[in-house]
């Protein structure tokens, strides 16, 4: 199998990368409001997809480590 293949068989290992508001407050274990004050203060990072915002899994993590006292 060459590099730029995937093998469909192993695509349930393939993890998410972005995460909607409700997942990634179940992800922070914040609200959902919570969350998205986070993003109206520009305390995180998202990625818009028309209409649906999105966060970053890698984001969510570095917020995390940012913020750990």
């Known amino acids: ?7 469909y ?10 995460y909607s508001i409700e997942e990634a407050a ?8 919570a ?3 986070m993003l109206w203060a520009k305390k995180i990072k ?3 997809d028309g209409r649906r ?5 890698n984001d ?3 917020w995390i480590d940012d913020n750990k006292t």
């Open 60 to 62: 969510m993590d570095k």
């Open 46 to 48: 998202c990625v818009r």
């Open 9 to 18: 068989t192993d695509r349930g290992k393939i993890k998410k990368r972005l």
């Open 35 to 37: 969350v998205r004050e």
């Open 26 to 33: 179940i992800y922070l274990g914040r609200t959902v409001w």
């Open 53 to 57: 915002i999105l966060l970053d899994i």
């Open 1 to 7: 199998m060459s590099v730029n293949q995937i093998n």
